[in-house]
Nanobody, 116 residues
């Protein structure tokens, strides 16, 4: 069973920064496509950012220019650097991993709260 373990969430003031991490327990990590999703109360889960095994990145319009997704293959870790955070970024953030469109996995989620 592959596990995705997120960390780095918390409470931050508007304009602040956080970095989320997600460690994947699978030696095949380098060929995973990875992503971050978020779900705010009363809303559907939405894509935040993805990074392919070839390092191609895609972002939701709402986070472009503020968030950066990256990966460290030797550490089997994907990151989400979040800058200039806004109250509307408040949500539970989930790590997502996809191997060859055959298997997919979700992390347990980490809470990010942006509030003064």
């Amino acid at each position: 069973q592959v596990q995705l373990v997120e960390s780095g969430g918390g409470l931050v003031q508007p304009g602040g920064s956080l970095r989320l991490s997600c460690v994947v327990s699978d030696y095949r990590f380098p060929v995973y496509n990875m992503g971050w999703y978020r779900q705010a109360p009363g809303k559907q889960r939405e894509l935040v950012a993805i990074i392919t095994d070839g390092l191609i990145t895609t972002y939701a319009d709402s986070v472009k220019g503020r968030f950066t997704i990256s990966r460290d293959n030797p550490q089997s870790t994907v990151y989400l650097q979040m800058n200039n955070l806004k109250p509307e970024d408040t949500a539970v953030y989930y790590c997502y991993g996809n191997w060859a469109n055959r298997q997919e996995w979700w992390g347990q989620g980490t809470q990010v709260t942006v509030s003064a």
